[in-house]
C-alpha cells in the first residue's frame, strides 16, 4: 500500500475505459436477471407441442377460463384505478396524520400470503359476512363463485400496484404547476384533469399495467372465493391434476401469449402517452 | 472517506471485486442452508389428510435418529404423486388417500417403466359430513334423517371436486350407496342439489373456513379432518362409509361418475411405498416400519384414521425386508 497522498480530484483523464466497464459490468448483472426471469418462462413457452397447443386453444373450457380472466382483471384494473387514483392523489399532496398508516394499509396486501387473504375475503364477502350479508339480502349482489368474486379477489391483491405508480407519478408532478393553472383561473377540478392527471399519466397508466397482470396471475385467493367458474390460474391447475404437464402447459402458454400480446399495447400506449405529453 | 489513491482502471477492478464478493455472499446465503446441514433429509410426499399424524410420526423419526430431518409435503395425492411421474422430484416416500393412485400413476406397463411395484396399506378413513352449531338442521339433524336434512331447501353443501380428488369421487360413492341401503331412489340427487359446483373446491379441507364462516352448512370430508378439526360429524353406517376393507365387494356398488370415467366406490385404505429414485431408501424403509407399528399405528388412529390391523401390501416380496415383516398381503376382494 501506498503512504496517504492526498490525491488532486481527477477531473481530468480518461474515464472512457471506466465507463465501458461500468457499462459490461451492468449488462453482466442485468444478463444473469434477464436470464432467471426468461429462462424459465422460455422452457415452459417450449414445453407443449403445436397439436397439445391446438387442442388447449380448441378447448371450449380452456376459452372460457382465459377469457373469464381477461374480463375480471380488466374489470379489477378498472376499479383499482377508479378507486384508486384519487386515494394516490390524497396521499402524494395530503398533508393529513396517518397519510403514512394509510398508505402502509394500501401495500399490505402484497405481503400477506393468498390463501390467508382469500379466507380474509372470505370473513367479509361471503354469505354471512359483514359486505357479504347485506349485498345479497338487499342488492341480491353474491360474491361467492360468481365474477364479483373473482374481481374482490383480484382487486384486494392486486391495488396496492395501482396506489402506489399512481402515487409516485403524482409526487413527481410540481405543484407549482398546478399553482400556476389555478392562478390562471381554473378552478381545482380542472386544474386536476387538465393538468395533474395527464401529467401523471404515465405512472397511471404503468400501475394500470402491473394491477392487470398481477390480477389476472391471483390464483390461491380468486380459487378461496370462486372455483367455479374457473379463471385460467384455477383452469391450468385442474388440468395438470386431470391430465398433466402436457396439457396445463399449453393452457398456461397460451395465457401467456394473450398476457405479453396486452403488456405490448398496454406499453405502446403508456410510452405513446408519455412521448406526446409528458415533457418533464 | 479514504482517500482516493486508485486510478479510474483500479476503481473499476475494486467495483467488480465487491460484485464479486456480492454475488458468491449471495450464493453462501442461498446455498447456506442445504450446505450447512450435514444431516440426512427424508422427503415425504403425502396426502394432505395426513398432515398431522405424520407430523407426530416425523417427531418420533427424528428423535429416535437425530441425524436426520424429516421435511414433509403435502397436498392432493394425484399432485404428490405426478409431482414424482410427471415433475420428477425427489422423494423417498409417497403416501395417498387412495390405494389406487399408485398403481394408477407409478406402475408401470407389464413390470417396465414404472417408479414403484408394491405398496402398504396403513391407515382407514371414513366418509362423513361435518357441520358446526350454526348449520342450518344442525339441531336436529340424525345419524337416520341426515339425507333428508342435507336435501332441505337452501342448505349449502361443500365438497371436493370429484374429477382431481379422491374424496370428492368418494363423496359420489358413499352417496350412491347410501340410496341403496336407505331404500330412497334420488336421495344421491336431492343431495347433490345442494352441493352445486360453486360449493366445489380442488380439496375438501380448503372449504373448512368457508364452513366455519357459515358459507356452507355442510362438508362432505373425511373423518379423520372431523376429529382433527374438532368438528361437528355424523356417523355414518360402515354400510356406506367406505371405512371397513371387509366390505370392499359391496363397496364397488357405489358408483360415482366423473368426466373421464365412472369409478366403482373401494374402501378408503391409505397406502404408501418407496419411489424409485429415492435418495433415501434405507432411511425411507424405517421410516414404513415405524409407521406400520405399533407407536405409528397408536398415532394414526388417535388422529381420527382407522388402524390397519393388520396392515396389509400389494406385493410384499418386493417391499424392503423391514417394512416386508410387518404386513399381510393384501386380500383379494
Same mark, same amino acid.
Given at each position: 500500500m501506498a503512504a496517504r497522498v492526498s490525491d488532486p480530484p481527477a477531473a481530468t483523464g480518461n474515464w472512457a475505459p471506466a465507463a465501458a466497464l461500468l457499462r459490461l459490468v451492468f449488462w453482466l448483472l442485468g444478463m444473469v436477471l434477464l436470464a432467471v426471469v426468461a429462462l424459465p418462462l422460455l422452457r415452459l413457452a417450449l414445453a407443449p407441442s403445436i397439436a397439445n397447443l391446438v387442442a388447449a386453444a380448441r378447448d371450449v373450457e380452456v376459452r372460457d377460463a382465459l377469457w373469464l380472466s381477461l374480463e375480471g382483471a380488466a374489470l379489477a384494473a378498472l376499479v383499482a384505478m377508479v378507486l384508486g387514483v384519487p386515494l394516490a392523489y390524497l396521499l402524494a399532496r395530503g398533508r393529513f396524520r396517518g397519510r403514512g398508516f394509510i398508505a402502509a394499509v394500501v401495500d399490505l396486501p402484497l405481503s400477506v400470503p393468498h390463501t390467508v387473504s382469500g379466507i380474509a375475503l372470505l370473513m367479509v364477502f361471503g354469505r354471512r359476512g359483514i359486505i357479504g350479508a347485506p349485498a345479497e339480502a338487499y342488492l341480491g349482489l353474491r360474491f361467492w363463485a360468481t365474477l364479483a368474486g373473482i374481481v374482490v379477489a383480484m382487486v384486494f391483491v392486486a391495488a396496492p400496484y395501482m396506489v402506489s405508480a399512481a402515487r409516485i407519478a403524482f409526487a413527481a408532478v410540481d405543484p407549482r404547476l398546478e399553482m400556476v393553472a389555478r392562478s390562471l383561473g381554473l378552478g381545482p377540478w380542472r386544474v386536476f384533469f387538465r393538468v395533474t392527471l395527464p401529467l401523471a399519466w404515465h405512472g397511471i397508466a404503468t400501475g394500470f399495467t402491473l394491477t392487470f397482470a398481477r390480477a389476472i396471475s391471483e390464483f390461491a385467493a380468486v380459487a378461496m372465493l370462486v372455483y367455479y367458474p374457473m379463471t385460467a390460474p384455477v383452469k391450468i391447475y385442474e388440468l395438470f391434476l386431470r391430465f398433466g404437464l402436457d396439457e396445463a402447459a399449453a393452457a398456461a402458454v397460451l395465457l401467456l401469449a394473450v398476457t405479453l400480446a396486452l403488456f405490448l399495447v398496454f406499453r405502446h400506449f403508456a410510452y405513446g402517452e408519455a412521448a406526446a405529453g409528458g415533457g418533464r | 472517506m479514504t482517500p482516493r489513491e486508485n486510478p479510474p482502471a483500479r476503481g473499476g477492478r475494486t467495483l467488480i471485486e465487491a460484485g464479486i464478493a456480492a454475488l458468491c455472499g449471495i450464493a453462501l446465503v442461498v446455498a447456506g442452508p442445504e450446505a450447512a446441514a450435514a444431516k440426512e433429509t427424508l422427503t415425504i410426499f403425502a396426502a394432505g389428510t395426513l398432515a398431522v399424524p405424520f407430523r407426530a410420526i416425523d417427531g418420533q423419526f427424528e428423535r429416535s435418529d437425530p441425524g436426520v430431518t424429516v421435511e414433509p409435503q403435502f397436498g392432493g395425492s394425484v399432485m404428490m404423486a405426478k409431482r414424482i411421474t410427471a415433475l420428477h422430484e425427489p422423494a423417498d416416500i409417497l403416501a395417498v388417500a387412495d390405494y389406487n393412485v399408485i398403481p394408477k400413476y407409478l406402475f408401470g406397463q407389464d413390470g417396465k417403466g414404472?417408479?414403484?411395484d408394491w405398496y402398504v396399506g396403513f391407515a382407514r378413513n371414513a366418509i362423513t359430513f361435518v357441520y358446526t352449531p *350454526?348449520? *342450518?338442521g344442525a339441531h336436529d339433524i340424525t345419524p337416520q334423517n341426515w339425507y333428508e336434512v342435507l336435501a332441505r331447501p337452501g342448505v349449502e353443501i361443500g365438497r371436493s371436486n370429484p374429477d382431481t380428488d379422491p374424496s370428492g369421487y368418494q363423496t359420489l360413492q358413499m352417496l350412491s350407496l347410501a340410496e341403496a341401503y336407505y331404500k330412497v331412489p334420488g336421495l344421491a340427487q336431492r343431495v347433490l342439489a345442494n352441493a352445486p359446483r360453486r360449493n366445489i373446491r380442488d380439496t375438501e379441507t380448503a372449504l373448512i373456513s368457508a364452513l366455519q364462516l357459515g358459507q356452507i352448512d355442510y362438508l362432505a370430508i373425511y373423518r379423520s379432518d372431523a376429529v382433527q378439526h374438532h368438528l361437528e360429524s355424523l356417523k355414518l353406517p360402515s354400510e356406506i362409509d367406505l371405512s371397513d376393507p371387509a366390505r370392499a365387494h359391496d363397496y364397488a356398488a357405489g358408483i360415482a361418475k366423473t368426466k373421464s370415467s365412472a369409478l366403482a366406490g373401494r374402501p378408503i385404505v391409505y397406502a404408501a411405498t418407496i419411489p424409485a429414485g429415492a435418495p433415501h431408501a434405507a432411511l425411507a424403509a424405517i421410516y414404513l416400519a415405524l409407521l406400520l407399528g405399533p407407536q405409528g399405528q397408536a398415532i394414526i388412529a388417535r388422529d381420527g384414521f382407522g388402524a390397519m390391523k393388520p396392515p396389509v401390501a400389494v406385493n %410384499?416380496?418386493?417391499? %424392503?425386508p423391514a417394512v416386508k415383516a410387518l404386513v399381510k398381503p393384501w386380500p383379494k376382494s
Open positions: - | 414404472g417408479w414403484t *350454526k348449520s *342450518k %410384499p416380496e418386493h417391499a %424392503p
